[in-house]
């Protein structure tokens, strides 16, 4: 479970686009108060844009607490 949960969020520069998160996406909150594999589950239901179009905030609904968050602290969820 580490090692997987460690490959979700790799560290890199921006030399390939990344897609934007959307409403209704379902993400990992990256939390520094939890382990790894206890980051809480959360559902975006507002995103905010910046000027050149690409999300840089969201808010995130995790339960019945919503908190705003950079989308550099989400790791996005790809369901198949």
Request: hydrophobic share 40%; proline share 10%.
């Given at each position: 479970?580490?090692?997987?949960?460690?490959?979700?969020?790799?560290?890199?520069?921006?030399?390939?686009?990344?897609?934007?998160?959307?409403?209704?996406?379902?993400v990992l909150?990256?939390?520094?108060?939890?382990?790894?594999?206890?980051?809480?589950?959360?559902?975006?239901?507002?995103?905010?844009?910046?000027?050149?179009?690409?999300?840089?905030v969201a808010?995130?609904?995790?339960?019945?607490?919503?908190?705003?968050?950079?989308?550099?602290?989400?790791?996005l969820l790809?369901?198949?």
């Amino acid at each position: 479970m580490r090692e997987w949960l460690l490959l979700l969020n790799p560290h890199q520069k921006w030399t390939k686009a990344k897609p934007n998160l959307k409403i209704d996406d379902v993400v990992l909150v990256i939390s520094p108060d939890c382990p790894r594999a206890h980051w809480p589950l959360g559902r975006v239901p507002k995103v905010f844009p910046g000027q050149d179009g690409h999300v840089r905030v969201a808010k995130i609904q995790i339960g019945q607490n919503t908190v705003i968050r950079p989308v550099s602290k989400c790791v996005l969820l790809e369901f198949l």
